[in-house]
């Protein structure tokens, strides 16, 4: 299967280049994965760049866990991430997808020196 890199979903999400969107649709038509990290970056450039609310971010990355060509790595682990920050008492939404790998992997507590992932059960603030 191929892959995606994060300048593709931003396409798919964004719209704002019709060229490049449309080359982003006809890329992913055939099937393509997209990483833990490619999709992190991707919400990173929304909330950045773009500026988008916690509200609209949320839906993006659905978007991209229920779209009929992609595979997102992980799936259920995005899902429990995206659950964290869609409470918003969590951090964002790089430090829940952190910690959400770290807990499928067995590999808890989570150190961190952040105040608010350290609140999050699973997490260990130093």
């Not at 999400?13 to 490049?20: F, G, L």
């Not at 659905?62 to 008492?89: C, I, P």
């Not at 590999?107 to 609140?119: A, E, I, V, W």
Request: glycine share 4%; charged share 25%; aromatic share 6%.
């Amino acid at each position: 299967m191929r892959a995606v890199d994060t300048n593709v979903l931003i396409r798919l999400i964004t719209r704002d280049d019709a060229k490049q969107t449309a080359a982003a649709e006809a890329f992913v038509s055939a099937g393509a994965w997209v990483s833990h990290l490619v999709l992190a970056e991707a919400v990173w450039v929304m909330e950045s760049v773009y500026e988008l609310s916690a509200e609209k971010i949320v839906v993006s990355v659905e978007m991209l866990l229920n779209h009929a060509t992609l595979a997102v790595q992980d799936a259920d682990v995005v899902e429990a991430a995206l659950g964290r920050f869609r409470r918003r008492s969590a951090p964002d939404f790089s430090d829940c997808l952190v910690l959400e790998i770290a807990r499928k992997a067995g590999n808890l507590p989570l150190g961190t020196f952040d105040r608010s992932l350290g609140r999050i059960d699973g997490a260990e603030r130093l």
